[in-house]
């Protein structure tokens, strides 16, 4: 739906309305838009089925813009969220059909907080080792889960986190649009992914489940020393530098961190996938003194 709105003295202009702005949706009463992506828009809904006069049940909707590719991808990620359960994962619901768009979309958790792209920038510098460690053990343990599952995310990085509000820093893995199932993958050789939080092997186009690990190292790197361990001016270098470069020592930038913290994130940070943090390494919780 468009409308034209006209101030005066001014020329007509048209206005793209949101057609499921405080609508209702099969049994979901529409509230707000959570978020809007290049194929999706997410808003946050009342499940009008469970909710009672005491207490509103909350869900987040993501309904894909149209029907192309990028649809049929949406549903591959819907389709993968259902089969895990995982407290460090967004929860996928359902898939549902809007009746009246003849649509399908997907019922998700609805997560509110701050991502840790967004932390990482408000901290102004590095974070604590205990926080680091806090965050990265959640990520560590989900990455273990995935690849029980026999699941690559591929696109780990800080702004595909959120930290919950009023968890006492539960956060939760978000956005597996370009997660594959491994075991079914036959897309070698085409590289997906946010660069600087990729792994060698991932910038070859030959994700293993050792490459979310490096994404982790990435993302507690970042938080320990206040930015990536490799940069550079060009795709190019900074495929180079990740792929035969050495990232700069933690503890001659930060000589706070934790010395059990860094060798973890070191680990994590091998370059041989085969040779990376396994889980096995530390078989007895970590935790930072």
């Not at 096995?280 to 919780?285: G, H, K, L, Q, S």
Request: charged share 30%.
């Amino acid at each position: 739906m468009k409308r034209f709105l006209k101030a005066r003295g001014e020329s007509a202009v048209m206005v793209k309305v949101d057609k499921y702005l405080n609508q209702k949706v099969n049994h979901y009463g529409i509230k707000y838009r959570l978020g809007q992506g290049a194929f999706a828009t997410i808003y946050a809904a009342e499940d009008l089925e469970k909710s009672t006069s005491q207490q509103k049940t909350m869900v987040a909707l993501k309904i894909p813009l149209n029907k192309d590719e990028n649809y049929r991808k949406n549903m591959a990620e819907a389709e993968m969220l259902l089969g895990l359960d995982h407290p460090n994962i967004v929860r996928c619901y359902s898939i549902e059909m809007d009746r009246r768009e003849n649509i399908f979309f997907f019922v998700m958790e609805i997560v509110k907080g701050k991502d840790l792209e967004e932390i990482i920038t408000l901290a102004g510098g590095p974070l604590s080792s205990r926080e680091v460690e806090h965050y990265g053990r959640q990520l560590l343990d989900a990455c273990r889960y995935m690849r029980k599952n026999n699941i690559v995310h591929r696109d780990m990085k800080a702004a595909n986190v959120v930290v919950q509000d009023n968890s006492k820093g539960l956060l939760k893995i978000m956005d597996f649009g370009l997660a594959i199932n491994l075991s079914e993958w036959d897309g070698k050789g085409k590289r997906a992914g946010s660069l600087l939080y990729m792994a060698p092997e991932q910038c070859a186009g030959e994700p293993t489940y050792a490459s979310d690990i490096w994404g982790v190292g990435v993302i507690m790197y970042r938080m320990i020393i206040g930015k990536t361990p490799f940069m550079a001016h060009s795709e190019e270098e900074l495929t180079n530098n990740i792929t035969n470069s050495e990232p700069a020592n933690i503890l001659d930038l930060n000589p706070k961190a934790d010395p059990k913290l860094v060798d973890l994130i070191m680990k994590c940070l091998i370059k041989d996938h085969t040779k990376r943090y396994n889980f096995e390494d530390m078989p007895e919780p970590y935790r930072v003194e």
